[in-house]
């Protein structure tokens, strides 16, 4: 397996990784399944000098993905970027968010970021978990600002500064 910057021919691989999270309720807000087309713009405001999106490839396929994004979209929180990482299905369980986030962190200060944040449902032990192995801390906890299939979901802020 190895990391290497996303592609446009890779966005229907990650948005359909990303549709794939979608049924679980763990990992995003979405309800339903999004189109490539949605995502194209998204795709565009990343660059691999900046806010990259990272692909996973192993075996020509595509294991999951990592973004770095602008946190709040303010000149001021620059040094600040939200991680977010999806695994396809038949890839959970071998490491490959593991592996994207060490690389994340390690890399972050090549984008001149100073902190990153990750958004994650409180339910989702396992992404708490992983970012938590990383010494991530708990830096926010917004309760019941989410409903997923009528259950009221709280969200968790998790926080790493890079030194």
Same mark, same amino acid.
């Given at each position: ?29 979405? *309800? ?11 795709f565009e405001q990343h660059s691999p000098h900046t806010y990259p999106i990272w692909v996973m ?23 600040t970027a939200e991680i977010s990482i999806y695994v396809d299905p038949a890839y959970q369980r ?21 902190? *990153? ?47």
């Open positions: 397996m190895y990391i290497r910057n996303a592609v446009a021919t890779d966005l229907y691989a990650i948005v359909s990784i990303y549709n794939a999270s979608i049924p679980s309720r763990l990992a995003t807000a979405d *309800l339903n399944p999004i189109s490539v087309d949605s995502r194209q713009e998204w490839e192993q075996k020509g396929e595509i294991a999951g993905w990592l973004s770095f994004s602008p946190f709040y979209g303010r000149p001021a929180y620059r040094a071998q490491r490959v968010a593991y592996q994207l986030l060490s690389q994340a962190i390690d890399y972050s200060p090549s984008l001149g970021l100073q902190t *990153l944040l990750g958004f994650i449902f409180a339910h989702n032990h396992p992404s708490l978990r992983l970012f938590e192995l990383f010494n991530f801390q708990v830096w926010g906890h917004l309760p019941q600002v989410a409903e997923l299939d009528e259950i009221k979901r709280d969200l968790v802020i998790l926080g790493l500064k890079i030194t």
